[in-house]
């Protein structure tokens, strides 16, 4: 899509679409969240919301997600706060292309020269139907569509300073979802990571799928086989894609309230929580109204 037929489409769509989703762009400094160190190298420098976390590979920072469209200030922020320098980020891994995940990362690009990575069949949808993004939503035309400058494909292994990363696509919300493992550590232990790249069910709405070209629904059948896909990976540190998959604020009260515990580490909510997003989806897709 030429980007003057793009900015047509957002000029259309924006007021049609400002009613439903505009508390998601307003006032977004009330979803501040103080950062903090969830367990070793891994800390959290996202909202109330979205998840943002940055891992200290050791030679630079990898961010994985860069928030919602508007908030890029607030993650700015967040960084210094957790005491790293937003220069430092060499990388940046987008869980998917959506626009409340994809928000800071031409900003840190341009701003810092770090590398974004993106699944494969997003960096395809950016370029032939940016309007999945919903980069128009944002009603700032500061917001534009980027390439990114790696795209991950299914089992690629990535090396990020003294970080290895396993990435597998688990397409559903998007086409391009990934998932990341990799061994966080603290300097004298290791833990096994686990980050699982979009778990909604706002794009496997009967029209939705319709409107982008699967009558058949058959998105739903591949979110199912995606979550079966990693569901046994082993994951003793459990990272959220938006707060409520793994409660990061409930656990960050526990954590402020007993120093002594490590509630961030669970070598079964993994498991537990894809077993309770396959249920969930198929109880969705069981309900004819969607």
């Given amino acids: 899509m030429l980007v003057e037929e793009y900015n047509v489409f957002r000029s259309v769509y924006a007021a ?5 989703l505009g508390e998601y762009f307003v006032n977004q400094e009330r979803r501040y969240v103080k950062p903090f160190r969830m367990w070793g190298n891994v800390h959290y420098v996202g909202d109330s919301w979205v998840c943002c976390h940055l891992v200290d590979t050791g030679d630079g920072l990898l961010l994985i997600d860069t928030g919602n469209t508007g908030a890029t200030a607030m993650l700015i922020e967040a960084i210094w706060e957790a005491g790293f320098r937003p220069a430092d980020i060499r990388w940046v891994i987008l869980s998917h292309g959506h626009v409340d995940h ?9 701003m810092f020269g770090c590398k974004l990575y993106l699944g494969e069949p997003d960096a395809e949808m950016f370029r032939d139907h940016p309007e999945r993004t919903y980069l128009q939503d944002s009603f700032s035309y500061a917001d534009q569509i980027f390439t990114p400058d790696c795209v991950i494909r299914d089992g690629d292994v990535l090396t990020f300073g003294g970080t290895t990363v396993h990435c597998r696509l688990v397409p559903g919300h998007t086409a391009g979802c990934v998932a990341l493992f990799f061994d966080a550590t603290d300097g004298k232990t290791v833990r096994r990571a686990g980050y699982y790249g979009g ?20 998105m739903r059948q591949t979110y199912l086989q995606s979550l079966a896909k990693v569901r046994d990976e082993k994951v ?19 954590q402020l309230a007993h120093p002594e515990e490590e509630p961030f580490l669970d070598p079964t909510e993994w498991g537990r929580y894809l077993d309770e997003m396959r249920e969930a989806c198929l109880a969705f897709s069981r309900d004819p109204h969607n």
Avoid: S
């Fill in 199 to 218: 778990f909604g069910f706002n794009t496997l709405t009967r029209d939705y799928l319709t409107e982008i070209g699967d009558p058949q629904l058959t």
């Fill in 16 to 20: 049609r679409l400002a009613k439903p």
């Fill in 102 to 110: 994809i928000g800071g990362a031409a900003f840190l690009r341009e």
């Fill in 236 to 254: 003793e540190l459990f990272l959220g894609n938006h707060t409520v998959n793994n409660r990061v604020l409930e656990k960050r009260e526990r």
